[in-house]
């Protein structure tokens, strides 16, 4: 199973993804390539904003300091895409916002 740790404070924001969906074999698992996506997404969409920002590799991290408006909008998009992959396949994600 993914797990989706989104913990957000007033100023900053922290995304941990850890763990495999297991939905399909390597390379075939669309339940990883979806929450990948939105995560390479969110970094790419991160770049044009003001926030610091500063990413991880194993597990996927994303630390952003100082969330600007533009940051906080991206990272509501992210909490949207992946709490719709999490209602498609609530056996292989799991996410923790808070």
């Known amino acids: 199973m993914i797990h989706i740790s989104i913990h957000q404070t007033d100023e900053d924001c922290e995304i941990t993804i850890d763990g495999h969906a297991q939905y399909a074999e ?4 669309i339940v990883c390539s979806a929450v990948s ?5 969110l970094m790419s969409a991160l770049q044009l904003s003001s926030s610091e920002v500063y990413e991880y ?6 630390r952003i300091k100082r969330v600007d408006e ?6 509501d998009i992210f ?9 498609q396949y609530p056996d292989y994600v799991s996410v923790s916002d808070w």
């Not at 590799?57 to 994303?62: G, M, S, T, V, Y």
């Open 57 to 62: 590799e194993d597990p996927p991290k994303a």
């Open 37 to 41: 996506t939105l995560f390479d997404t």
């Open 79 to 87: 909490r949207i895409g992946v709490r719709g992959v999490e209602a």
């Open 70 to 75: 533009w940051a906080g909008s991206s990272i």
């Open 26 to 29: 390597p390379g075939k698992d």
